[in-house]
Nanobody, 123 residues
Framework: VQLQASGGGLVQPGGSLRLSCEGSGFTLDYSHYSIGWWRQAPGKAREGVSCISSRDGAQYYADSVKGRFAISRDNAKKTVYLQMTNLKPEDTAVYYC???????????????WGQGTLVTVSS
């Protein structure tokens, strides 16, 4: 399985970006996989941002992004999106997507990490 994250860039505080995570090489139908977004800011540990479940499409968010970020998926395109609005400087990080069979809070459960896409929020 390979996941490719894209859509990062430089944005001013209060701005928006949409990240995409496109997958390939799945052994099962793509709809069987939950996809999570994680981020790692400079000098900090990687943290979970959001996840969308394979089973029922349930969405999970870190408290720090609730109400500002929205995750969605298009199974036909094998792509998960992360719509980020009202971005703050503390959202600056490399954003990664990864897959697992369910939305686990543990980073170690996820696999097929992509190379990440850099989001910089600055004026």
């Amino acid at each position: 399985v390979q996941l490719q994250a894209s859509g990062g860039g430089l944005v001013q505080p209060g701005g928006s970006l949409r990240l995409s995570c496109e997958g390939s090489g799945f052994t099962l139908d793509y709809s069987h996989y939950s996809i999570g977004w994680w981020r790692q800011a400079p000098g900090k540990a990687r943290e979970g941002v959001s996840c969308i479940s394979s089973r029922d499409g349930a969405q999970y968010y870190a408290d720090s992004v609730k109400g500002r970020f929205a995750i969605s998926r298009d199974n036909a395109k094998k792509t998960v999106y992360l719509q980020m609005t009202n971005l703050k400087p503390e959202d600056t990080a490399v954003y990664y997507c990864a897959s697992h069979y369910y939305c686990s809070p543990s980073e170690e459960d996820f696999s097929s990490w992509g190379q990440g896409t850099l989001v910089t929020v600055s004026s």
